[in-house]
């Protein structure tokens, strides 16, 4: 199959590394998944990186994947999606979110519901655990 869509996890560090390997330990390697790990040198550029991924992949849908809203990788991606009708940008990167988007992308043709899908389920497996076992313990003695 055709890949539609182009996949980049941007993060401030190596955040985007350490995601790209557990999705491989947990689904494999994706051609169409890349990472770009910022401000790791002194020399980084982000701009230039940013310019450089959208003129590489300029016939493609890019779905970008970014740490934090609000932060600069997110900000200067914001600013290049009015140029670019083909930059699909989410925040708030989690692993769950990044399974489902590549588990799922051929039973999508358009990137919007694809994301809005992912999202869902991604902020469904957010839980806090100590709340979850209360949960499972009171539906356990209601049983009785």
Do not use: R, W
């Amino acid at each position: 199959m055709k890949e539609m869509y182009q996949f980049i996890i941007a993060t401030h560090g190596l955040f985007a590394e350490g995601i790209k390997n557990s999705i491989e330990i947990i689904l494999g390697k994706f051609e169409n998944l890349s990472t770009l790990s910022c401000y790791t040198d002194s020399n980084f550029n982000l701009k230039k990186e940013i310019d450089e991924i959208l003129k590489k992949y300029n016939n493609k849908e890019v779905i970008v994947i970014t740490d934090i809203f609000g932060g600069s990788v997110n900000n200067l991606f914001m600013e290049e999606i009015p140029l670019n009708k083909n930059i699909h940008l989410i925040t708030g990167l989690n692993l769950p979110l990044v399974l489902n988007l590549l588990g799922e992308q051929e039973n999508y043709l358009i990137p919007e519901e694809l994301i809005q899908n992912s999202m869902e389920i991604s902020s469904d497996a957010v839980k806090y655990c100590n709340l979850e076992l209360t949960k499972t313990s009171k539906n356990e003695d209601e049983d009785f």
